[in-house]
């Protein structure tokens, strides 16, 4: 049974219709398939499902993005990768469930794969902690990513989560102490890094393993420091004010390339990847082949200033930069006022009235 998203109304009839139209027995008076008539209908469920999925807001493509029979992690490690061995604990506490680790093989090439696993129905989702790791998962997947960069081994990271979990628990046992130094240890590798966010990158839990050397995105798939209901809440106290959130948020993936926080869009088939599993498949294994292959011919000092330029680049296109392409040295030009004062030779007289009024403020407080 499909199941259709509240803005779906139409395309559940077009479908409907077409279902019926090929089983005609079930209807009384029809004997034989009518061709041509589902070949219209099937004309007009392409166009509706173009018009619609061409113009989703903000909100609607987080709905597609949280949608239950879209693929999940595990779906993609069991097709993209061969001679899949998962990994389990993080030699402190115990296993969490709700990320799946290990290496595998990508076109012959050794690599690790991450993949933040939700589940597919109610108990795998309840096994899974609905993609929502605890501090154990982030430990276990350091232990890995450290492990994968001793041996220079690709990481391959697959995001799907609302976020890390909130539970006391997960508190009590350093929830953003993991959450942090998941992150420093995705900055610090000399590895190529692929994050791949397919459903939900939801807050510090999609961070933690996207900080990566390339954040690709699917194309209705969202990226976010919170969720619009968690945002609508705090911004207008009314979670119902969700669609203004997510619109100001910027969280779909064109808004994110256009300002530079993802890397890469693959593009999924008309009325999103849930609709042709294979096609977002075949898109996902080509950008994946071509982003190691960008790699190959760096060395690990060059892979790891390539990821630390990418993010010191973000929101840096209008700043006080010599050379945005090597932000290592994070040289600054020198401020213009500063240029201007001492041109005027007027920088000790300013200096010294400044020290003046200092003193003045003192004395009176």
């Known amino acids: 049974m499909k199941n259709y998203l509240n803005f779906e109304s139409e395309i559940k009839d077009l479908e409907s219709e077409i279902e019926k139209l090929k089983d005609p027995y079930n209807q009384s008076g029809l004997s034989q398939v009518d061709t041509q008539k589902i070949s219209e209908i099937q004309a007009e469920l392409d166009e509706k499902l173009k018009v619609i999925y061409s113009n989703l807001n903000s909100w609607q493509t987080t709905m597609v993005a949280r949608h239950e029979d879209r693929p999940k992690s595990k779906f993609f490690i069991d097709n993209l990768f061969e001679d899949f061995i998962q990994l389990s604990g993080d030699r402190n506490y115990g296993e969490d469930k709700s990320v799946m680790t290990g290496f595998a093989k990508f076109n012959g090439q050794s690599v690790l794969v991450i993949g933040q696993e939700k589940g597919d129905d109610l108990d795998s989702r309840i096994e899974r902690n609905f993609g929502m790791m605890r501090p154990e998962g982030y430990r276990k997947t350091i232990r890995l990513m450290e492990l994968a960069d001793k041996f220079k081994i690709p990481i391959i990271s697959f995001i799907d989560t609302p976020g890390a979990y909130p539970g006391v628990g997960a508190e009590e046992r350093g929830q953003a102490e993991a959450i942090a130094r998941s992150i420093e240890c995705c900055m610090k590798l000399k590895v190529p890094t692929l994050a791949i966010i397919i459903g939900e990158g939801g807050s510090g839990g999609a961070i933690a393993l996207a900080s ?15 969720s619009p209901e968690g945002c609508a809440t705090i911004l207008w106290r009314d979670p119902k004010k969700m669609l203004d959130a997510a619109e100001a948020m910027k969280l779909s993936a064109k808004d994110l390339l256009k300002l530079n926080i993802i890397d890469e869009i693959v593009a999924e088939p008309l009325g999103g990847a849930h609709r042709d599993r294979n096609s977002v498949l075949e898109n996902l294994r080509n950008s994946i082949s071509k982003n190691l292959e960008y790699f190959q011919s760096m060395n690990a000092e060059e ?63």
């Open 303 to 365: 892979i790891f200033n390539d990821r630390k330029n990418k993010f010191l680049k973000i929101g840096r296109e209008k700043g006080f930069i010599d050379n945005l392409e090597d932000l290592s040295s994070l040289k600054s030009k020198k401020s213009d006022l500063i240029q201007i004062l001492k041109s005027k030779n007027i920088l000790l007289p300013v200096i010294g009235i400044v020290f003046t009024a200092l003193i003045v403020l003192m004395i009176i407080l």
């Open 212 to 226: 990566s050397s390339k954040v690709i995105m699917l194309e209705n798939a969202i990226y976010s420091v919170i």
